[in-house]
């Protein structure tokens, strides 16, 4: 089992700043990749940014590319998301994610309300 603790998150106005961390725990030998995912009202869970520690590969929708960073420290058991340049349709709960052996583990979500 991989237990997620998120930290960051908040509100924030058009073109403002958040941080987003995430650090894992627990059976954490075999992470392949973190991420973010965020859910807005209404709307399906989509994945933000995403980062593979088997070859560092980093991915981000489109959406966000050029405004978001994700990164990876060096004990690779936590990710943090910069986000910058924030809109409004930016705003929803974001959820940590973790991959080990196939399995997806999931944080329990914090909000990102960026009011216009």
């Known amino acids: 089992q991989v237990q997620l603790r998120e930290s960051g998150g908040g509100l924030v106005q058009t073109g403002g700043s958040l941080r987003l961390s995430c650090a894992a725990s627990?059976?954490?030998?075999?992470?392949?990749?973190m991420g973010w995912y965020r859910q807005a009202p209404g709307k399906e869970r989509e994945l933000v940014a995403r980062i593979s520690y088997d070859d560092g590969i980093t991915y981000y929708t489109d959406s966000v590319k050029g405004r978001f960073t994700i990164s990876g420290d060096n004990s690779k058991t936590t990710v943090t998301l910069q986000m910058n340049s924030l809109k409004p349709e930016d705003t929803g709960v974001y959820y940590c994610?973790?991959?080990?052996?196939?399995?997806?583990?999931w944080g329990q979500g914090t909000q990102v309300t960026v009011s216009s």
């Open positions: 627990g059976s954490i030998a075999r992470l392949s990749s």
């Open positions: 994610n973790a991959e080990s052996d196939y399995v997806l583990y």
